[in-house]
Each structure stands twice: as C-alpha cells, then as structure tokens.
C-alpha cells in the first residue's frame, strides 16, 4: 500500500508536472487498476482524479472491462476532473465489450431519476456502432437526452 500512497503524492493537482508524469509512469506497474477509479478518502479525492484519468484511459479495454459500470458513474458530473478523458477512453471502447454494462447504467440513472447523467450518457451515442447495438426503447431515449447533453457540455468546454 506504501507503494499507492507514493504513486497518488505525486498525481496530485498540487503536485509539479514532473512528479505527475512520474506518478502516470510508476502507476503503469499497478496491477489493480481500481486504486484509480475515482479515489474517495481523506488524502485522495478530486484532487488526483485528472491524472487518475490519465492512467485509466491508457490501459486496455481488457483491463478496464471489470470497471465499466464504475467509469460510466465517472460520468455523472461534467464538472469532475478527469470527467472528459475517461468519456473519451469510453467512447472508443471496444462496443461489444461496452454496450451491456451501458445499457445497465442508463436503466440504472432512469430508475433513479438522474437526468443529468443520463444526458452526459447520452453523449457516448455519437458512437454509431454503439448506438446500433441499443434496444429501440433505449434509442429513443437516448436521443431525447442527446439535446441536453449538447447544451450541458457546452458549458464545460
């Protein structure tokens, strides 16, 4: 665990460029990715989740499959670091591997009644194979919450 303590020091936003890019460079040795995945403690919060992103966009579809619904939830706030990068690491997943655990998370954000992440959800419908693999009733959906999606992230860029 000493080990984590050392690399997430250095992925802080505090933190200088040099110790970021060493902390990215070191991480690459951690097997377990979750470390990564949104830290939430006293020490490691928002404050290491730009360069968290980082980390989890350069692994392989393979080792983030068993994270899937983990980094959809990473899509719930625009305002989150690390919020575009991981949507651009999801957007180019591989669809098959992508689009059950998607499914899961918009029924999932609908049963809650959080419109707002599914309208960042929305977004990954610009994927057009992803976007062919959804059930109709999902389509339809989705393309509702596509027009917010452009207006609420359009505040954020």
């Known amino acids: ?18 110790d970021k890019k060493t902390g990215i460079e070191l991480a690459k040795q951690v097997k377990n ?23 989890l966009h350069n692994r392989t579809d393979e080792e983030l499959e068993p994270y899937i619904d983990k980094l959809l939830q990473w ?27 998607y499914v899961y998370c918009v029924e999932k954000a609908l049963k809650e009644g959080d419109y707002v992440w599914l309208n960042y ?8 194979e992803l976007y062919n693999l959804l059930p109709n009733e999902q389509k339809k959906l989705l393309k ?10 359009t505040n954020y860029i």
């Open 75 to 101: 899509l719930q706030d625009a305002n989150w670091p690390g919020f575009n990068t991981i949507f651009d690491r999801i957007s180019n997943m591989n669809t098959k591997i992508l689009v059950n655990r």
């Open 33 to 55: 990715i979750e470390y990564f995945i949104q830290p939430c403690d006293a020490k490691y919060n928002k404050n290491v989740w730009d360069c968290c992103a980082i980390i």
């Open 121 to 128: 959800l929305s977004g990954l419908i610009k994927n057009k």
């Open 144 to 153: 509702k919450h596509y027009k917010n999606y452009e207006k609420y992230i």
């Open 1 to 18: 665990m000493n080990d984590i303590d050392n690399i997430m020091k250095k992925l802080d936003w505090n933190a200088s460029e040099k």
